[in-house]
């Protein structure tokens, strides 16, 4: 019998997941959480075999289901992890496999895959959704654009609409550097224009 814990922060969510669970024969819920703390101390304490972990737990929660999951997976006989989340950029899924996820589906999937991803990670065996192993793939094949952390001040201002002008006054720097810096950003992002850049940004997740 594999023993799963739910962490999610919607109660309605959770008991859909309960009411799911409880149709499968060789799946038994063993406990819920609210919030990524509890899903922790349950995964702690309860000894299950899964934890099935969203990623966001609302803006009153200090930490996120990564961080949930990275402490987790640090335990004694950790269990494994299954992401199941509204979230699909490259960023979120990505976060949670360096995190120690062994899945990551989304909620959209249908039930009879959920039940075999929470086997599968029950075995050891990775479960990701096939969109998410596509997307996984690309931006393992593509040129990895790391934005150094100035560089990333500079594109937040421009996704806020600030000029070059705003931003060297911002930032306390000339105009002549900020467009340098977006030059940078051009070139590891591979686009021509500020419109571009953001946008590119937010497909790749380094926006949110």
Known sequence: MIRL???DDHPIVRAGLVALFALEEDIDVIAEAATPDAAVSAAEHGNPDVVLMDLQFG?????TGADATRR?????AAPYVLILT??????DILGA??????GYLLKDA??????AAVRAAAAGESALAPVIASR????????????SSREMQVLKLVEAGHSNTDIATDLFVSETTVKSHLAHIFTKL???????????????GILR
């Open 72 to 76: 987790i997976r640090a335990l004694d």
């Open 190 to 204: 591979a686009v021509t224009s500020r419109t571009a850049a953001v946008s590119t940004a937010r497909q790749r």
């Open 86 to 91: 509204n979230y699909d950029s490259d960023a």
């Open 136 to 147: 996984l793939l690309n931006r393992m094949r593509a040129p990895q654009a790391n934005l």
């Open 59 to 63: 803006a009153q929660a200090a930490t």
């Open 110 to 115: 249908p039930p009879h895959e959920l039940a």
């Open 5 to 7: 814990l739910i962490a």
């Open 97 to 102: 496999v360096e995190a120690g996820a062994s």
